[in-house]
T-cell receptor, first 113, second 116 residues
C-alpha cells in the first residue's frame, strides 16, 4: 500500500539548519520529491531525488535518501523566516500505473527570528 | 510565471449552490490533470484524475455526482461541486501532469471554497 509519513511540526531559529524527515512504504518509486506550501497557496516543487542516488545538494537544500530504511530527509541550511511553510514529501508509486503523486502528511516549519 | 492557472482563488456561497472551479494549463497541453482536496492542517488527498476526452477516474469515497469533472480540451479541466454544503468547504488544488519526471506536475494556486 501507499503510506508516506512525516513529523507534523518543527521549530528552529533563524540561521540554524532544519531537517525534515519522511518515511515511505512503496519501494517502487523512481523519484521522490519535496514540495513547499505557503499559507493559502499551491505547491512549489523544491527538489527531487532519483531513487538510485543517496544524496543531492541544491544550494541550501540537501536531500538524503536511505532506500534500505525507506527514509528521506530534507535539510535546509541557514534557515530563514521566509522558509516558514509546510513541507511535503511525495512519491509516484510506479507499480500502480498511476501518475498521481502520493503526499506525506506535511511538516509545518516555523522559523523564529 | 504560473503555468497552471486556477480560478477562482476564493469563493463564498450559500448552501445548495453549485460552484465551478477551472484549471488551465497556460503554455503546455495537459492530457491529464488532477484534483486534490486539502482540509486545514492536513495533506493533499487525491480526489480524481481528469483525462482529456474521457471520463474522470475518481478515488474511492469520492462521489462522482457530487464532484463533476470535465476535461473537454487539452488546456482546461473543470471541477463542479454540485449542491454544495458546509462540509464541502475546503481548499481544492488542481495540477497538470507534464510527463517530465523531474517536474511531474505543475500546481494551481488553489481555490478556497467556503459554504455558508
Amino acid at each position: 500500500g501507499e503510506d508516506v509519513e512525516q513529523s507534523l511540526f518543527l521549530s528552529v531559529r533563524e540561521g540554524d539548519s532544519s531537517v525534515i524527515n519522511c518515511t515511505y512504504t512503496d519501494s517502487s518509486s523512481t523519484y521522490l520529491y519535496w514540495y513547499k506550501q505557503e499559507p493559502g497557496a499551491g505547491l512549489q516543487l523544491l527538489t527531487y531525488i532519483f531513487s538510485n542516488m543517496d544524496m543531492k545538494q541544491d544550494q541550501r537544500l540537501t536531500v538524503l535518501l536511505n532506500k534500505k530504511d525507506k527514509h528521506l530527509s530534507l535539510r535546509i541550511a541557514d534557515t530563514q523566516t521566509g522558509d516558514s511553510a509546510i513541507y511535503f514529501c511525495a512519491e509516484i508509486p510506479m507499480d500502480t500505473g498511476r501518475r498521481a503523486l502520493t503526499f506525506g502528511s506535511g511538516t509545518r516549519l516555523q522559523v523564529q527570528p | 510565471g504560473a503555468v497552471v492557472s486556477q480560478h477562482p482563488s476564493w469563493v463564498i456561497c450559500k448552501s445548495g449552490t453549485s460552484v465551478k472551479i477551472e484549471c488551465r494549463s497556460l503554455d503546455f497541453q495537459a492530457t491529464t490533470m488532477f484534483w486534490y482536496r486539502q482540509f486545514p492542517k492536513q495533506s493533499l488527498m487525491l480526489m480524481a484524475t481528469s483525462n482529456e476526452g474521457s471520463k474522470a477516474t475518481y478515488e474511492q469515497g469520492v462521489e462522482k455526482d457530487k464532484f463533476l469533472i470535465n476535461h473537454a480540451s487539452l488546456t482546461l479541466s473543470t471541477l463542479t461541486v454540485t449542491s454544495a454544503h458546509p462540509e464541502d468547504s475546503s481548499f481544492y488544488i488542481c495540477s497538470a501532469w507534464t510527463s517530465d519526471s523531474n517536474q511531474p506536475q505543475h500546481f494551481g494556486d488553489g481555490t478556497r471554497l467556503s459554504i455558508l
